[in-house]
Every structure is written in structure tokens, then in C-alpha cells.
């Protein structure tokens, strides 16, 4: 197929679009399994608690190899990455549908991590390298938009498909769009590489991965008597060793998997520690809602899926008006502020019973979903304030690797803390009184983050909104 060639005006809204095929097919495939989870369970003879592994098995393949995507990118051209990510993501999906048990479905999710790895964050490195800085908050609202399809189709397609039909079908719903995305990426995106691209790091990403994805099995495997406690110990402090000695030898040479210098950069240092403490909260939110509507509730997946679903339409509607609040009110006040209102509302939950009027329940997550696609539309652009274009790759698998680890520990954290509430009140882990607790821990990290957006100074970011972004 023969490569299209778009004016600069088209790039800025064509190449945001192309991205968010991808993101989409990412984002309903997540969405759509986090409402399958208490069918799974079943048809796969497991607990519920135990399917954490297939979300947080995911999101470790995506920290694992997102590091390389940058150098990758930048090396062979974004997209022929880009292109290949979405096949193998596609190659992941054909499998997880085929899986008969539990541990099939975690080495099947862990496939479609590798080309997640690569998809995601080398979609927003093509997107930050053709789309000028001053538009990069109305190029972001183009890329968002079709991205929040995938939360807002999930829930209800999940839970239609597993009432009606069968939970495989939700990863053979994939394929369609890694066709399309595959033939568009082919079409009109430019393959950008950067020249005098620097030698691989091998020895940071055999510490980085095996360091990374040793810690977070370790913490995934506690309280499950999937393993025994020395075995989950050594993988922790295993973890923490090899995380460490990565450490050491990031900061002393000159283009390391992961350039921690880039935490020297006030307005990304703030982004990556506050936006994680800020999506560690939001991470355990599709995993505790659906756990707690069907298992809590006793309501049927699409039922659940249909509340669940309406965060992602405040998500959608929040969108357009990122760019005039960040205007109105700058980075730091927009941050500081709507991490108090986002922390509330990820609290709204945990007063939730079974007679709670269902339209009290869709403004509380509508109020959520508009809160938090505030925040992250923010948190994506203020990272990159102060980073040079030759950093773009660099910084984008550090924001990337931080997400996924952020969205894996949200959900361990959320698992955690209903197996110990369980244990306290000697109930089940999913027993409806645990949840409250739970909610009211993960929304206090909500509120924590608050402290550390305030250290922003008060013009940050001040030049991405300066000027109106096409749209």
C-alpha cells in the first residue's frame, strides 16, 4: 500500500485518530474483562480474587517492555513498530479467547502485553513528534476521545457478551480494529526515526524487566496460596535488588533504558510521582466496581456493565473543555484542585448499598469519570513541558512503564485490602461490608497527591495553552 501524504493541518487531527484505534482496542479489551471477571471465575473454576492475575499480568508485560519501545522506535521507525505492536497484540487476543484455564489466560495476557508495550506509548511519541507543542492539548483531546469509546463500550459490551453469549468472544472483538488500525498506520502514518540513535541498553533491561516483573509477582502472589510465602519473599526482595542495581546503573551511563535524569525536569518529576499515586487509586476502580455490583449487588454482567459504563461518558464529556480550564485556572491549580474533587468522588462508592437509587449511583460515576479524564488529560500534557524534543522517546517509555505499574499495584493494592478486611471481619474476600474500606483507602491516595501538585509552580505548562489548539 502506498504511503499518503497529509498537510500539517490534517496531521494534527488524522495522526490523533490513527493513534486512538489502538488505544481503543486496548482500552475495550480492558474494560470489557474487568466486568467478565465472576463469569470467568466460574467457567474457569477459580476465585474471583485469583483473576487479578490476568489484569495485573498484563499491565507487567506492558512495564516490562515498554522501556525498549522508545529505543525501538527510534532505531527501526515508529511505524513499523507501531504496525507490529498491533499485530502481536492481535495474536495475544486470538489466544486469550482459546485459553481452558487459568494459567493459559495469564501467559495469553502476557503476549498481548509485549504488543501493548510497543503500541501505546510509540502511538504518543508519533503523536508528540508531528503535532506542534503549542497544539499539543487539543491534539490530546482528539487522541482521548476515541481512546474513551473503549471505557465507555466495554462495561455494557462485556457484560452483554457474557450474559448472552460467551466471555471468549470479548477478546475476538479485536480483531476488526487491528485490521483497520494496521491498514491506516500503513496508509498515513509517517515512519519517523531519529537519527544517530544510541546502542541498546542490554544490561539495564535485563535488570529493569526480570527486577520489575519479579516485584510486582511477588506482591501480586501475596495472600492468594498460589505459592508459598519464601517463594513470594524471594521474588520481592529478588525484585527490589535487581530494581536497585538498575538504579545505579541508569545514573552512570549515557543513554540508559530509562533516563532517570529526566526527574531533574521539575514539571515531569511532579507529573510522574503525584499522576502515580493519582492512578494507583483510579487503577483499582475497574477491578473493585464490577466485583462489587455483581458479587456485592447480585446484579447480572450487562447490569453491571451499564452502571459501570457511565464513568466513561463523563470521561468523553470532560474533553473538550480541558484546554479552556487549563487556560482559565493553570496546570498547578487544575491538578491540586480537581485531585480533592476526584478524591471524593472515588469515595462515592463506598456508600453505595442495594437500595441506592440507580440515578445516584450514574451521577456519582458520570461526576467521576468527568473529574478524572480532567486529570489525566492534564497529567499527559504538563509531563512534557519541559522536555526536549531528543528526550521525547526516553520520556515517553518512562510515563508509560510508571501507568502500567501504577494500574498494576492499584489493583493488587484493591485485592489486598478485601482479602484483609475479609480476614478481619471473617467474612469472604468479595463480601459486600469489605468494600467500604476499601474505597476509602484508595481514594485517600487520591487526596495525597493534591500535596504533591502543589510543589507545580504556578505558570507551569503556561505555554501549551497560550495559544487554541486546532480542533
Known sequence: MAQITLSASRMTRVVPLIVAVALLMENIDSSVLSTSLPAMAVDLATDPIHLKLVLTSYLLALAVFIPASGWAADKFGARTIFRAAIVVFALGSIACGLSQNLWQLVVARILQGIGGAMMVPVGRLILLRTVPREGLVGALAWLTVPALLGPVMGPPLGGYITTYFHWRWIFWINLPLAVLGIVLVTLLIPNIRETGTGRFDLKGFVLAGPGLAAFLTGLTLAGLNLAPLWGVLALVLGGMALTFAFVRHALRVEDPLVDLRLLKLATFRIAVTAGSLFRISVGALPFLLPLMFQLGFGLTAFASGLL????????????????????RFGFRGVLMGNAVISAVLILGPALFTKTTPVPVMLAVLVAGGLSRSLQFTSLNAIGYAEVTA???????????????????????????????????????APDLGNFPYVFALIAGLALGSAAIFARLRPDAGQSMVQVKAAS
Do not use: D, H, Y
Open 308 to 327: 459501570t459504563f457511565s464513568s466513561g461518558l463523563g470521561a468523553m464529556a470532560m474533553k473538550f473543555a480541558a484546554q479552556p480550564l487549563l487556560r
Open 390 to 428: 531528543a528526550r521525547l522517546s526516553s520520556a515517553t517509555s518512562f510515563t508509560a512503564v510508571l501507568q502500567q505499574l501504577s494500574g498494576s499495584v492499584g489493583i493488587t493494592l484493591a485485592a489486598m485490602g478485601l482479602e484483609l478486611c475479609g480476614a478481619l471481619r471473617g467474612t469472604a
